[in-house]
T-cell receptor, first 115, second 111 residues
Framework: GAVVSQHPSRVICKSGTSVKIECRSL??????MFWYRQFPKQSLMLMAT?????????EQGVEKDKFLINHASLTLSTLTVTSAHPEDSSFYIC???????????FGPGTRLTVL | SQQGEEDPQALSIQEGENATMNCSYK?????LQWYRQNSGRGLVHLIL?????REKHSGRLRVTLDTSKKSSSLLITASRAADTASYFC???????????FGAGTTVTVRA
């Protein structure tokens, strides 16, 4: 099956710093990638939809200047949490949709802890 | 936006028993998908059922979809300890490829 990787798997940072998370589709081209966040014992909340070569579409309530998304190629999307604060601590998961399929393939997630 | 609701929130069963969980949604959909998530890990896609399908099987999994009631069920037969996980339903809307996830059902299979 299709494989999506995320890097790093865990990151701990100080408040005020920025953190970049990478999402890669390893064996297929993904025209669309999605970024979710998940708080402990809760469901996944879609943050934004990222299309290759164009600006990301953010869900209501998600600050685009705080969560910068770049989808520079068909196999890589990045999420940068700028000026991170403890309330940004969460599990961030990306998914990638292959061309002409309706299945999203999920990455293993990135655990962000902001001290 | 999140539109799926799942019940029960938690389920504890003995190994070998069947586990059934339900998902309800509010708007029209292209398809409904079920995922499994082990604690602190990513999601594993289990099964996808399209809006024009009523039932689908995959190994020990059986999924039903009732679009008139806007509901779906996931049945895991002959459960195993390795089935212990959280299970989420997710609906793909008619107008886009976004997935809306339900709140999830935490299943514990006791050996």
């Amino acid at each position: 099956g299709a494989v999506v990787s995320q890097h790093p798997s865990r990151v701990i940072c100080k408040s005020g710093t920025s953190v970049k998370i990478e999402c890669r589709s390893l064996d297929f081209q993904a025209t669309t990638m999605f970024w979710y966040r998940q708080f402990p014992k809760q469901s996944l909340m879609l943050m934004a939809t990222s299309n290759e070569g164009s600006k990301a579409t953010y869900e209501q309530g998600v600050e685009k200047d705080k969560f910068l998304i770049n989808h520079a190629s068909l196999t890589l999307s990045t999420l940068t949490v700028t000026s991170a604060h403890p309330e940004d601590s969460s599990f961030y998961i990306c998914s990638a949709g292959a061309v002409n399929t309706d299945t999203q393939y999920f990455g293993p997630g990135t655990r962000l802890t902001v001290l | 936006s999140q539109q799926g609701e799942e019940d029960p929130q938690a389920l504890s069963i003995q190994e070998g028993e069947n586990a059934t969980m339900n998902c309800s949604y509010k708007t029209s959909i292209n398809n409904l998908q079920w995922y499994r998530q082990n604690s602190g890990r990513g999601l594993v896609h289990l099964i996808l059922i399209r809006s024009n399908e009523r039932e689908k099987h995959s190994g020990r999994l059986r999924v039903t979809l009732d679009t008139s009631k806007k509901s779906s069920s996931l049945l895991i037969t002959a459960s195993r300890a390795a089935d212990t996980a959280s299970y989420f339903c997710a609906t793909e809307g008619s107008n886009d490829y976004k997935l809306s996830f339900g709140a999830g059902t935490t299943v514990t299979v006791r050996a």
